[in-house]
């Protein structure tokens, strides 16, 4: 006869293929292999870890390896995860940032506490910081040129429609103003270096301007970043009235389809290669001698392949000057930029990565940007 162990084992498969059991109750991954008997969710291996941090509130088990009480079991059977989702994720804004398994652990962090331990979106009140349109505090700021972190004054106004900072805790005129239809926020903890680094960038006199900050307190941060997001939501309503809000919202913030290292050469393909640091962001390709330099050193806008854009692998023949064996050609309507890369997987990422934007029809609005950089000196 089969043990009890054995049954109840059995029966927490079938839990499993209960509606919305089948992903992980905070991040979506596939095929949960934990639970939290305290809270009733399944989850996967990366988030159970994150429940640990709220052993308080979540207590989590193996859902195959460790052993399960006929309780426990009657407990997860009466709630899962959509039952969960209806009680915890009742209010959630429409613009707050919800993460997926390929998130940084950071965003995935915090939502699992403000949904489980600050229940935030059971109660409006507790949405206060990221919601009420105006948000200041204090962010550790990389300097321009020194690299140095130096707390700075922030200030996000919807009101204004602007995020500005301040140089000196008491100054009266801000060191700059980035107006909020061109800001965006990602977190970069890799390149950053901190689990907690943003990069916020915003476009001054058309051209991309990066900022690198951080704050010790993870709630904090992703409050900023949520704050962020809620003011361009609001910003894009007004600017854009009738447009579906699930159409708005793929624009509040946006990661980089692309970053890396490659080589490039100038545009007579007669000077050397040099090593650069690419940021494909939407339609800017943008190259950086550090992955912390404040302004790239150029910009190259990819429009779409009705618009005479095209990817090719290698390089034309004669060309010298590079020390990276996998080439790149892209082709615009002007002229063709180079570029080598270190590795062939390098290479078919990045021809990947261009073929998503050129493969997708080209907005009105970017037709004014592309007008832009043609006519820039």
């Not at 392949?305 to 004669?318: A, D, F, Q, R």
């Amino acid at each position: 006869m089969a043990s009890d162990q054995e049954k109840n084992r059995q029966r927490m498969k079938q839990l499993l293929g209960k509606p919305g059991n089948g992903n992980c109750a905070d991040c979506g991954a596939a095929d949960p292999e934990w639970a939290s008997y305290t809270l009733g969710v399944f989850v996967c291996h990366s988030c159970s870890g994150l429940h640990r941090n709220i052993a308080q509130i979540s207590k989590v088990k193996s859902i195959l390896l460790d052993p399960w009480s006929s309780s426990e079991l009657e407990f997860m059977d009466s709630l899962g995860n959509n039952a969960c989702k209806a009680k915890y994720e009742q209010i959630v804004p429409a613009f707050y940032y919800c993460p997926t398994q390929k998130d940084c652990m950071l965003l995935r962090d915090q939502w699992i506490r403000a949904k489980y331990e600050r229940k935030e979106f059971v109660c409006v009140e507790r949405q206060e910081p990221y919601s009420a349109g105006y948000r200041e505090g204090f962010l550790w700021k990389r300097g321009r040129d020194n690299g140095q972190y130096l707390s700075r004054k922030f200030i996000l106004s919807e009101r204004e429609g602007v995020l500005k900072y301040f140089n000196k805790h008491d100054a009266r005129e801000p060191k700059a103003i980035m107006k909020i239809n061109t800001v965006n926020a990602t977190f970069q903890p890799t390149k950053i270096g901190t689990a907690h680094g943003l990069q916020i960038t915003y476009l001054k006199d058309n051209s991309t301007r990066n900022i690198f900050v951080y704050h010790e307190d993870g709630k904090e941060m992703v409050d900023w970043f949520n704050a962020i997001r809620a003011a361009r939501f609001h910003y894009l309503q007004v600017a854009f009235p009738g447009t579906p809000n699930s159409e708005l919202l793929s624009k509040l913030s946006r990661n980089y389809i692309k970053e890396g290292y490659m080589e490039k050469t100038g545009p007579k393909h007669t000077e050397g290669f040099k090593k650069r640091w690419f940021t494909m962001d939407d339609r800017r390709l943008m190259y950086f001698k550090d992955p912390l330099d404040a302004y790239a050193r150029g910009e190259v806008f990819i429009g779409s392949k009705e618009n005479s854009y095209t990817v090719l692998p290698g390089l034309p023949p004669n060309i010298q000057g590079y020390h990276w064996l996998f080439g790149i050609t892209i082709v615009t309507p002007d002229r063709k930029f180079l570029f080598a890369c270190e590795t062939e997987e390098d290479q078919k990422d990045w021809i990947a990565a261009f073929q998503t934007v050129i493969s997708r029809p080209m907005m009105p609005q970017e037709y004014a940007v592309e007008a832009y950089f043609k006519h820039k000196p």
